[in-house]
């Protein structure tokens, strides 16, 4: 099992950028890829970025590709969401996920273990 802990949302500017923190604690972090999604209200949970258990490899949706990148630190047990040129699109609370299965990560929301309760983003415009 493993406890997902979200920070560094909050509000952000049309433009700007925002840097989101997942810290984990439990199994061993190395042993799961990771995911970030995001929600707006009535709308579905969506995928955004994910990255395998090494950090070798990593996908994004087309709508944040080239905006925002996704890294994990193994030795601090952390998954980071960078958050550049962002839009008011990007409004959604974010939530990063776990998954111990596969080694290659994947865009399902179904396939992902463990979840963070998430924070929220706000962007202005």
């Known amino acids: 099992q493993v406890q997902l802990v979200e920070s560094g949302g909050g509000l952000g500017q049309a433009g700007g950028s925002l840097r989101l923190s997942c810290a984990a604690s439990?199994?061993?972090?190395?042993?799961?890829?990771m995911g970030w999604f995001r929600q707006t209200p009535g709308k579905e949970r969506e995928f955004v970025a994910a990255?395998?258990?090494?950090?070798?490899?990593?996908y994004y949706a087309d709508s944040v590709k080239g905006r925002f990148t996704i890294s994990r630190d193994n030795a601090k047990n952390a998954v980071y969401l960078q958050m550049n040129s962002l839009k008011p699109e990007d409004t959604a609370v974010y939530y990063c996920?776990?998954?111990?299965?596969?080694?290659?990560?994947?865009?399902?929301?179904?396939?992902?273990?463990?979840w963070g309760q998430g924070t929220q983003v706000t962007v202005s415009s």
């Open positions: 990255i395998s258990r090494t950090g070798a490899m990593t």
């Open positions: 996920a776990a998954d111990y299965l596969r080694t290659i990560p994947t865009r399902n929301k179904i396939d992902y273990d463990y």
């Open positions: 439990g199994r061993t972090f190395s042993t799961y890829a």
